[in-house]
Nanobody, 127 residues
Framework: QVQLLESGGGSVQAGGSLRLTCAASGRTYLSYCMAWFRQAAGKEREGIAIIDRSGTASYVDSLKGRFTISQDNAKNTLYLEMNNLKPEDTAMYYC?????????????????????WGKGTLVTIST
């Protein structure tokens, strides 16, 4: 099993920045692929950024240029740098991981989900 713990959420004004952190523990060698999802109130969960163990990353088109996913494999930690935040970025943000390279694309992660999930961290953006 892999345990994932998110942190770094909070309340910021529009235009501000936040960095989310996801600490992985347990059988971390099972986490070939890691991703960030978010779910706003009343909306479906969406995958927003994904990265494989080699560092290849991809993003949902609408967030390219504002969000950056990165990882520190030595520390088993995943990050999401979020800049120029907008009220529509308000959501619960989840870290997820999967052992399968086949699911390490945004399309596959959104279609099939991922194997391990954190409990989320709340991001609230005010005007």
């Amino acid at each position: 099993q892999v345990q994932l713990l998110e942190s770094g959420g909070g309340s910021v004004q529009a235009g501000g920045s936040l960095r989310l952190t996801c600490a992985a523990s347990g059988r971390t060698y099972l986490s070939y692929c890691m991703a960030w999802f978010r779910q706003a109130a009343g909306k479906e969960r969406e995958g927003i950024a994904i990265i494989d163990r080699s560092g290849t990353a991809s993003y949902v088109d609408s967030l390219k240029g504002r969000f950056t996913i990165s990882q520190d494999n030595a520390k088993n930690t995943l990050y999401l740098e979020m800049n120029n935040l907008k009220p529509e970025d308000t959501a619960m943000y989840y870290c997820a991981s999967d052992r399968s390279s086949l699911r390490c694309t945004m399309a596959a992660a959104n279609a099939y989900g991922m194997e391990y999930w954190g409990k989320g961290t709340l991001v609230t953006i005010s005007t």
